[in-house]
């Protein structure tokens, strides 16, 4: 379910500042699987994650979270672009942030640069 679909932009607005009024060292981000994507569906779609955790970091949560072999990729995207695993999520977070406050990013099986 498409949590954008689901909330008006008033709802996400107010969830959103609520929670980083609640957490200032945490950034709010949303989770959702990809178009057509193969992989199990992921078992938790919002997350409060550390300002200064890494990109891998989190690449890491979520594979757990959608329960992955070790032998499957999992490609995370943001804006229809692949973020680098090195980067902090507070600066992926800046640069693409939502209009609510949320950040969105979709998990795919495979690589496709936008």
Known sequence: ???KKTNTLEERLRESQ???????????IIVQKGYNCPLNDINKKKYL???DLNMSQFIYIIR???ALD????????VSD??????????????????EDGFLYITY???????
């Open 81 to 98: 672009k692949l973020c680098p695993s090195n980067t902090p999520i507070s600066t992926i977070y800046e640069d693409n942030k939502d």
């Open 49 to 51: 994650v550390p300002k």
């Open 64 to 66: 757990k979270r959608v």
């Open 108 to 114: 795919t099986s495979e690589n496709t640069f936008g």
């Open 70 to 77: 070790k032998s499957q990729s999992i490609f995370l995207m």
């Open 1 to 3: 379910m498409n949590f």
């Open 18 to 28: 609520k929670i980083m009024d609640k957490y200032p060292g945490r950034l709010p």
